[in-house]
């Protein structure tokens, strides 16, 4: 279950070979017109709008009779679900692994909804709801974001704030996106038959929240999200990095208010924000390839500036680099800022494939860098459900 503050995305899969029984979505939860997408490894889809899902208990009671119905559900009982993995994006101080969910690590989590209150809160309604629905001797796993960056040396999640705040209120950088950073990383060694601990990786987890982190001998060594998913590269609708004297200036002068600048800088601001036409890159591409939209145009430089940036400081802190990743759905679909970042860098003789990274495209992976390119350059879907149930798994045979 990967549950947001509006939808939930979910994947029914038979650990024993991994196949995908089935998966799906329900977007728009509590706004009256829900989208509800379902898939089976029969090839059956359905697709439909309903308009009394109010809640993530509706949202998770309908998957549930969904999996059940007698025509095209995959289960006749209950009884076969055996887990149930949670994405949990903020695990704070307390989480360095994946966890059993007790009503210890409920409140642990309800007490770091403040640090993302876009993804923490919405996570527990899921977890909540599945509790209920499934009842309780369905084990329930968390999967944190944040766990995977517990190797993140002093020097990279420090703030140069004075050492209290980090003492007394755990102030410093926790780093998102672990989950697919690290399936990705894991999935091309598997591919190239490479050694994780002997590579020096970034990867770019590309899409409507975005993170770049710097891999090293098999550890995250830096990342571009920091104490909250607010961080970073410039996203679809939030800011990332920005001087924090903006924030100053705006409420000192009356501008907004602290409550309106938080939702100006989480809600409103990026793509969606330059641009003034959408947080979907697709939509924003388009007018800026089409309609000749120069504030469109404008969001996808600041883009691919910022994250180009970060890929330069990553390979100066590894003292180079072996390989770069892109994933999500931006790093995954968009051939045409790929191409763009990936002629910044030139000077390690880093050459694209213009031909293979053009069609290298939903879903697919590749190796998108020419045979005599210095570096690796490669689109690997990620598959973040895959990951979380495997550490499901992990979770229940470490108890046994």
């Given at each position: 279950?990967?549950?947001?503050?509006?939808?939930?995305?979910?994947?029914?899969?038979?650990?024993?070979?991994?196949?995908?029984?089935?998966?799906?979505?329900?977007?728009?939860?509590?706004?009256?017109?829900?989208?509800?997408?379902?898939?089976?490894?029969?090839g059956?889809?359905?697709?439909?709008?309903l308009?009394d899902?109010?809640?993530?208990?509706?949202?998770?009671?309908?998957?549930?009779?969904?999996?059940?119905?007698?025509?095209?559900?995959?289960?006749?009982?209950?009884?076969?679900?055996?887990?149930?993995?949670h994405?949990?994006?903020?695990?704070?101080?307390?989480?360095?692994?994946?966890?059993?969910i007790?009503?210890?690590?409920?409140?642990?989590?309800?007490?770091?909804?403040s640090?993302?209150?876009?993804?923490?809160?919405?996570?527990?309604m899921?977890?909540?709801?599945?509790?209920?629905?499934?009842?309780?001797?369905?084990?329930?796993?968390a999967?944190?974001?944040?766990?995977?960056?517990?190797?993140?040396?002093?020097?990279?999640?420090?703030?140069p704030?004075?050492?209290?705040?980090?003492?007394?209120?755990?102030?410093?950088?926790?780093?998102?996106?672990?989950?697919?950073?690290?399936?990705?990383?894991?999935?091309?060694?598997?591919?190239?038959?490479?050694?994780?601990?002997?590579?020096?990786?970034?990867?770019?987890?590309?899409?409507?929240?975005?993170?770049?982190?710097?891999?090293?001998?098999g550890?995250?060594?830096?990342?571009?999200?920091?104490?909250?998913?607010?961080?970073?590269?410039?996203?679809?609708?939030?800011?990332?990095?920005?001087?924090?004297?903006?924030?100053?200036?705006?409420?000192?002068n009356g501008?907004?208010?602290?409550?309106?600048i938080?939702?100006?800088?989480?809600?409103?601001?990026?793509?969606?924000?330059?641009?003034?036409?959408?947080?979907?890159?697709?939509?924003?591409?388009?007018?800026?390839?089409?309609?000749?939209?120069?504030?469109?145009?404008?969001?996808?430089?600041?883009?691919?500036?910022?994250?180009?940036?970060?890929?330069?400081?990553?390979?100066?802190?590894?003292?180079?680099?072996?390989?770069?990743?892109?994933?999500?759905?931006?790093?995954?679909?968009?051939?045409?800022?790929?191409?763009?970042?990936?002629?910044?860098?030139?000077?390690?003789?880093l050459?694209?494939?213009?031909?293979?990274?053009?069609?290298?495209?939903?879903?697919?992976?590749?190796?998108?860098?020419?045979?005599?390119?210095?570096?690796?350059?490669?689109?690997i879907?990620?598959?973040?459900?895959?990951?979380?149930?495997?550490?499901?798994?992990?979770?229940?045979?470490?108890?046994?």
């Open positions: 279950m990967n549950s947001g503050s509006s939808s939930l995305k979910y994947k029914f899969i038979d650990m024993t070979n991994e196949n995908v029984i089935c998966n799906g979505l329900i977007e728009k939860i509590n706004v009256g017109d829900a989208k509800f997408s379902y898939c089976t490894f029969k059956l889809s359905v697709n439909k709008h308009y899902i109010d809640s993530h208990y509706k949202a998770i009671e309908y998957i549930l009779n969904t999996l059940l119905d007698e025509k095209i559900g995959v289960i006749k009982s209950i009884e076969e679900v055996t887990a149930i993995g994405r949990i994006v903020h695990g704070g101080k307390y989480f360095k692994k994946h966890v059993l007790t009503s210890d690590v409920i409140k642990k989590i309800e007490s770091l909804i640090l993302a209150p876009l993804h923490n809160e919405a996570n527990l899921g977890l909540k709801a599945c509790e209920k629905l499934f009842g309780s001797s369905v084990p329930q796993v999967v944190f974001d944040t766990s995977y960056y517990s190797s993140l040396p002093p020097e990279a999640y420090m703030y704030i004075p050492y209290e705040y980090y003492k007394n209120y755990d102030i410093r950088k926790y780093g998102f996106h672990g989950t697919s950073h690290q399936f990705v990383a894991e999935r091309y060694c598997e591919i190239t038959g490479q050694d994780i601990s002997k590579l020096k990786i970034i990867s770019c987890h590309l899409g409507n929240g975005s993170s770049i982190t710097a891999i090293k001998n550890k995250a060594i830096d990342t571009s999200m920091g104490l909250t998913p607010l961080d970073g590269i410039m996203m679809g609708t939030r800011s990332g990095s920005i001087d924090p004297s903006v924030i100053f200036y705006l409420a000192e501008i907004l208010s602290v409550p309106e938080k939702n100006m800088l989480n809600n409103n601001s990026g793509l969606k924000g330059i641009s003034g036409i959408s947080s979907d890159d697709r939509e924003v591409l388009k007018a800026a390839e089409s309609a000749g939209n120069k504030r469109a145009a404008l969001a996808h430089s600041i883009m691919v500036h910022q994250i180009t940036k970060f890929i330069g400081g990553y390979i100066a802190t590894m003292n180079g680099c072996s390989s770069i990743i892109f994933t999500g759905g931006i790093g995954e679909n968009q051939w045409i800022h790929r191409q763009k970042i990936c002629e910044n860098f030139s000077y390690i003789n050459k694209i494939d213009k031909n293979i990274n053009k069609f290298t495209i939903k879903g697919k992976e590749s190796r998108i860098s020419s045979e005599d390119s210095g570096v690796d350059v490669y689109v879907p990620t598959n973040e459900e895959l990951a979380i149930a495997r550490k499901t798994v992990n979770a229940i045979l470490e108890l046994d």
